[in-house]
Nanobody, 118 residues
Framework: QVQLEESGGGLAQAGGSLRLSCVASGRLYSSSVMNWFRQGPGKEREFVAALRWSNSRTYYSDSVKGRFAVSREYSKNTVYLQMDNLKPEDTGVYYC???????????WGQGTQVTVSS
């Protein structure tokens, strides 16, 4: 069973940057899709970005496109979410989720809090 652990959340000012990390404890097969989701205060969990483990192709929601970038470090079984030009509406708990499709996950990390002040 692959376990996921996020880190890197914290407090940032609007316009600032944060980088989140998601480390997978076990082997990630080529069919894996590593997704990032977030849940803002009083909101449902929403898809943010994804990366196909087989070819590193990336996908983004419209709300973060051009500001966030997802990447991987293959040797460390780690996926990153670089968040630039942060906005207060980016505030929420960010989750890493492993699945086989974009926007779907069958295993999750515990989440990491991101707070963006105006």
């Amino acid at each position: 069973q692959v376990q996921l652990e996020e880190s890197g959340g914290g407090l940032a000012q609007a316009g600032g940057s944060l980088r989140l990390s998601c480390v997978a404890s076990g082997r990630l097969y080529s069919s894996s899709v590593m997704n990032w989701f977030r849940q803002g205060p009083g909101k449902e969990r929403e898809f943010v970005a994804a990366l196909r483990w087989s070819n590193s192709r990336t996908y983004y929601s419209d709300s973060v496109k051009g500001r966030f970038a997802v990447s991987r470090e293959y040797s460390k079984n780690t996926v990153y979410l670089q968040m630039d030009n942060l906005k207060p509406e980016d505030t929420g708990v960010y989750y890493c989720g492993r699945g086989s499709n974009i926007g779907e996950a069958f295993s999750w990390g515990q989440g990491t809090q991101v707070t963006v002040s105006s």
